[in-house]
């Protein structure tokens, strides 16, 4: 559905300099499918939507929604953005502050119509919907968004939230192929993102909207995507759903930008095919001792590695365990969030994150048990 | 001078690829750049010429020189010229400070009463303009008929008068108080600016309330307290009205007295002007050089977050009365006392101090003279039309530098800018100066007709046009026109419909505020004007150089009203259009 295929794209900062942004960044996303592009500031997330949306011009590459090509180096293809039909919801909302919310949201419908006289692009010809089409389609958007009670009030006099939905509304509106979202969540208090997440998610769900999603955080791409991509420094750095990415992390960064890690280094002694195919089970030897691991990695002997290990993967008990990556340690601080109890514990001279259950209920200084399974354990190779 | 959004990109722009074709945008920037250029450069250039040539005769004609300097910085009278003036502009700019700095710390950070009429302040420079100000101390505090010296001596039994205004001290006293509302708008701005928590956090530091000011707010106004005096410094060595009427009679002689006599001298020494002239604005140069630079060290001291605002107020307790007489006190010192004495003598046949036998003199004689003034109703079409046609061309043109400064890539935008901001080192005089020595040496026709005073306010205000239409340009975010073309809009149809709608309160705002400064214009006016083009301040000005006292009164009382009225207007109109202060 959308092709984006080696993308590079950069610009001069305020100082004159050329601040490289997307590197080689190619990707695909089918039909109906939300896809986010993950990572921290700066890392070439927001150009490369910004390059799709026809709103950066990238310096090389190709863009393709439905084999129509809207951008190509090669070809020399610039779409200009007004006729891309695709919808954005900007992260500062960008809503109108001189119309109300019904004028906000019908303005693709009405702008359509206008230019339609003067543009000659197949794609472009359109017409003009009537007056009462045209507000039976806005009150129909408005009222998935639960603003059609609204729709007189003026722009200026609605909540973080109301706003938000509007400019998802007004990106609907003109049932475009594809959805941009820079950041939508990023403006709302914790409570107000944690629900308008849902909604999004239920809203692209059922209209079955291919698209893609740019953030910062972690949890929320997690929460909604069926695919997301990693990025750092202008590359991505791996594409898989949110079980694999959380999971199984290709890189460090990645594993340690995604979710809350522990990291062991040490060096692979050896290394035998498992009995899942592309996985293989290894042994490493770090501070801590030996370490049986696994790796989707290609590991041999003597490579230096770093294990991840998920706090929640970090398994605690009062009575030594059966079975392999047995530790005995002790507890040195307890922190309790209600639903969990995180714990640090002493193992020699290192401290492993361990989350765990509140009925756990050993006290500080006392003696414990650590066990790290291996099919949880994540070798990564140090580059 | 301004500083430029580098990142903001026109996505327009890069619409227009594969058909390279002509485009009207730019045969618009173009136009606009040679018409900036042409009203801003070309006058210095000629002022600076002319004050390199010596005067041309019938008999002989004019020859390089270096006379002109010579003769205006070669005698020890010059070190004089050169003392008061800054000791003048230095005097006003600090007086104007203290006053207006210690109001607007009274009206932002404390709960003096009467706050609510505080806004009324910063109407006065607009509605009482400056001649008629000092036209009305001179009939407060003038040794011979100034009423507060009559009634203190006759109090106290004094032999002497106890206040002249003819001297330094007098005119630092009128130009300072009549500059110290802009000092109370510029400092009020940086107190309402300034994030409370970071002297809050202070105070949970443990620090004092002296040293919370001292450590903190006084560090954090810092750029915007130098930048206030350095500005008041500026309009002060430039102001023309007080130094002409209260410095020339007792022989006190600032650089733009020291222009305007040298210019009316017979014959006129243009050259020896402009070589003052020069000086003058290099001065001028330096202070806005600098304060533009403090400008743009705004965003270091980043004062301004915008959330979580709240106004603290210190409780003042019984001191509040105090600072409330105060106010009052300088309420009646700027607004009540000068306009009571103009329309107390509006009603005199000759002018008198207030007295039971005066009260009985009453007439309207003054008000029958100027309404059937010879030139009345072609005067005040002159100042209408000029204000008007100034505003509107200013905000036209402005809009599309600024547009171009704003939102496009051009290479060297950032000249345009300083080019069209250029005229504010102009003082008054001096581009009054300029633009009449360029028009007298290239003869197109318009020297004497009122198209060259139309060409000196535009050129005078473009800097102030400019400034309304970048703040509100700066103001509409990217998003809301990127927002535009991802709805499918094309460049035009987001103009219209999103960008010109936005912009319409700041572009209003920007031509109301032309329109008035431009209506009370002197200092540029007064050496353009000829019979035919005269407009009301000029009306003023020779009423006053006739000694019609009472006359120039009822001018003056009718023509502060009509001001007064303009503005309200103003501001019934922004606030119907949603212009916020």
């Known amino acids: 559905m959308l092709r984006v295929d080696g993308l590079f794209t950069e610009y001069p900062n305020e100082k004159g300099e050329v601040v490289r942004a997307a590197q080689d960044v190619s990707f695909t996303v089918d039909e109906g499918r939300l896809f986010t592009l993950l990572g921290p500031s700066g890392c070439g997330k927001t150009t490369t939507l910004r390059s799709i949306a026809g709103l950066e011009r990238p310096k090389a590459g190709e863009i393709a929604v439905n084999d129509r090509v809207v951008y190509s180096s090669s070809k020399g293809i610039f779409v200009a953005p007004n006729r891309r039909g695709f919808g954005m919801v900007f992260q500062s909302y960008a809503i109108w502050p001189h119309m109300n919310v019904f004028e906000n949201a019908a303005f693709p419908l009405e702008v359509r119509g206008a230019g339609s006289v003067l543009r000659f692009g197949s794609a472009a010809r359109r017409t003009r919907l009537s007056r009462s089409d045209m507000r039976e389609r806005v009150m129909r958007v408005l009222t998935a968004v639960q603003l059609d009670d609204l729709a007189d009030r003026a722009a200026t006099k609605l909540s973080g939230g109301q706003q938000q939905r509007l400019a998802l509304a007004r990106a609907l509106v003109m049932e475009p192929a594809l959805l941009l979202l820079d950041e939508p969540l990023s403006n709302l208090d914790a409570k107000l993102r944690e629900k308008m997440r849902f909604e999004l998610k239920r809203l692209q769900r059922e209209l079955k909207i291919t698209t893609v999603y740019v953030t910062h955080d972690q949890s929320e791409a997690l929460a909604l995507s069926h695919q997301i991509a990693v990025m750092h420094r202008g590359r991505i750095q791996q594409v898989g759903t949110p079980r694999d990415i959380y999971e199984r992390p290709a890189s460090q960064f990645v594993a340690d930008f995604v979710g809350n890690t522990n990291f062991i280094d040490g060096v692979v002694v050896s290394c035998a095919p498992h009995a899942d195919h592309d996985q293989r089970s290894c042994v490493v030897r770090s501070e801590m001792g030996d370490l049986k691991v696994h790796s989707a990695q290609e590991l041999h002997h003597g490579d230096r590695v770093t294990v991840s290990i998920r706090p929640e993967d970090v398994e605690l008990s009062e009575e030594r365990p059966a079975g392999d990556n047995v530790w005995g340690g002790r507890v040195d601080q307890k922190v309790f969030l209600g639903e969990a109890l995180d714990f640090q514990v002493a193992v020699g001279a290192r401290t492993l994150f361990s989350r765990r259950h509140p009925t756990l209920r050993t006290k500080i200084g006392e003696a414990i048990f650590v066990q790290l399974r291996p099919d949880k354990c994540v070798a990564l190779k140090v580059s | ?581």
Request: proline letters at 5%.
């Open chain 2, 1 to 581: 001078m301004r500083v430029s959004t580098g990142a903001t990109t026109n996505v327009f722009d890069r619409g227009a690829v594969l058909r390279p074709q002509f485009d009207w945008k730019w045969v618009i920037i173009g136009a606009s750049v040679v018409f900036t250029v042409y009203i801003a450069v070309i006058p210095l250039a000629f002022l600076l010429w002319q004050s390199f040539r010596t005067p041309e005769t019938a008999a002989t004609a004019a020859v390089w020189t270096l006379g002109n300097y010579a003769a205006a910085y070669g005698s020890t009278e010059t070190l004089r010229l050169f003392t008061t003036s800054l000791q003048f502009a230095s005097g006003t700019a600090l007086f104007a400070f203290v006053l207006g700095a210690g109001l607007a710390w009274m009206n932002e950070r404390t709960n003096t009463p009467f706050k609510t009429i505080f806004f009324a302040l910063s109407l006065i420079p607009l509605v009482i303009p400056s001649i008629l100000f000092t036209v009305a101390w001179i009939l407060l505090a003038s040794p011979q008929i100034g009423i507060i010296n009559l009634v203190l001596q006759g109090w106290l039994g004094l032999a002497e008068a106890p206040f002249d205004i003819y001297s330094v001290a007098g005119m630092i006293w009128v130009d300072g108080l009549h500059y110290s509302p802009m000092a109370f708008l510029l400092m009020s701005a940086a107190f309402r600016a300034m994030d409370p928590s970071l002297e809050e956090s202070a105070t949970m530091s443990g620090a004092s309330v002296f040293q919370v000011a001292r450590r903190v707010t006084l560090r954090l106004t810092w750029p915007a307290i130098v930048a206030t005096i350095l500005i008041l410094f500026v309009r002060a060595i430039e102001s023309f009205e007080v130094p002409a009427l209260l410095g020339l009679p007792s022989g006190i002689v600032v650089f733009t007295a020291a222009i305007y006599q040298a210019v009316h001298r017979y014959p006129s020494q243009v050259g020896l002007a402009s070589a003052y002239a020069v000086a003058l604005l290099a001065i001028t140069s330096v202070g806005v050089y600098f304060v533009s630079r403090l400008s743009g060290q705004g965003s270091k001291y980043a004062t301004m977050t915008g959330k979580g605002f709240r106004p603290r107020q210190i409780d003042l307790g019984r001191w509040r009365w105090l600072t409330a007489s105060i106010f009052i006190v300088y309420f009646l010192l700027i607004v009540v006392l000068p306009f009571s004495v103009l329309l107390w003598s509006s009603f005199q046949r000759f002018y008198a101090v207030p007295s039971t036998e005066a009260l009985q003199n009453l007439t309207l004689d003054p008000y029958r003279f100027i309404l059937s003034y010879p030139n009345l109703p072609r005067t005040v079409l002159n100042s209408l039309l000029l204000s008007f046609g100034a505003a509107t061309i200013v905000m036209l043109v402005t809009s599309v530098i600024c547009w171009i400064v704003v939102k496009t890539k051009l290479p060297g935008r950032w000249l345009l800018d300083n080019v069209a901001s250029l005229p504010i080192v102009f003082p008054g005089l001096v581009l009054g100066l300029s633009i009449m020595i360029f028009y007298l040496n290239v003869d197109v026709g318009i020297y004497g007709t009122i198209w060259i005073m139309l060409i000196a306010y535009v050129t005078r205000f473009m800097p102030y046009g400019l400034r309304y239409t970048t703040t509100s340009m700066l103001q509409i975010h990217r998003e809301l026109e990127e927002s535009a073309a991802m709805s499918g809009a094309s460049w035009s149809t987001t103009f219209r419909r999103v960008v010109l709608p936005l912009l319409k309160p700041g572009l209003l705002a920007g031509w109301i505020y032309v329109m008035i400064v431009s209506i009370r214009e002197l200092s540029t006016s007064i050496l353009l004007y000829s019979p035919d083009t005269q407009v009301v301040s000029i009306v003023i000005w020779e009423l006053w150089e006739n000694g019609q006292y009472v006359e120039l009164s009822a001018l003056g009382v009718l023509f502060i009203i009509s001001l007064f009225v303009l503005v309200l207007m103003a501001r019934w109109l922004g606030q119907k259009y949603g212009i916020k202060e």
